[in-house]
């Protein structure tokens, strides 16, 4: 393989290494990548990566975040907008992104989701359809409505909370407009 001078130090030559188990954080992800192509300074011990070699990384990061159920496929992002009731527009809204990201999120053949924020909190009230989380869906409908948003959902009533954590519920729910939390807003104090 090719080598070429290295770009830190200016005296070593940058060597290309077949590594078989090279464990790295990748974009904050720790990902296992099988036979890593890395270039490795003979001077000064820099290492650089190739753009093909990098892409190969990211793929099995997203593969990886997949695995752990951490990037909603097409049928979960459909089931929570559907669980909810919502339309397009509204859950779009809601996330604020536009229409025709949800559709694309839900047709699978569009690409899905890609790991971010919106991918979490899609994966955060999915939990809370099936009872992992409390009261998620109700405080992202709040603060919509606190932005002036218009969402056709009725925000469930104090009395319809979990009795098994009435504490969370009131907390999320009975804010007045003005002291409603937004997503800058210092955290809520525990209970």
């Known amino acids: 393989m090719a080598s070429f001078k290295c770009p830190a130090c200016g005296k070593g030559r940058m ?12 974009e904050g992800i720790t990902i296992q990548i099988n036979n890593a192509e890395i270039s490795q300074c003979t ?23 997949a695995e752990l159920n951490q990037i909603p496929s097409a049928d979960v992002v459909k089931r929570v907008r559907e669980h909810r009731d919502l ?7 809601l996330l604020g992104v536009t229409r ?12 899905g989701m890609r790991f971010g924020p919106a991918a979490m909190l899609v994966c955060l009230l999915d939990s809370e359809s099936h009872d992992k989380a409390d009261h998620v869906f109700s405080y992202f409908v709040r603060l919509a ?18 009795p098994d954590n009435p504490q969370v519920a009131s907390r999320l729910l009975q804010f007045p407009p003005s002291a409603a939390p937004g997503f800058c807003s210092p955290p809520l104090t525990p209970c």
């Open 145 to 162: 409505r606190e932005r002036g948003q218009l969402l056709r959902v009725p925000l469930p009533r104090p009395d319809d909370r979990k």
């Open 43 to 65: 001077h000064c011990g820099e290492q650089s990566y190739g753009a093909q070699e990098l892409q190969r990384w990211k793929e099995i990061k997203l593969a990886k975040l």
């Open 87 to 93: 339309s397009v527009s509204d859950f779009a809204s």
């Open 15 to 26: 060597e290309t290494q077949i590594v078989p188990n090279f464990e790295t954080q990748f």
């Open 100 to 111: 025709q990201t949800v559709h694309s999120w839900e047709r699978a053949e569009g690409g």
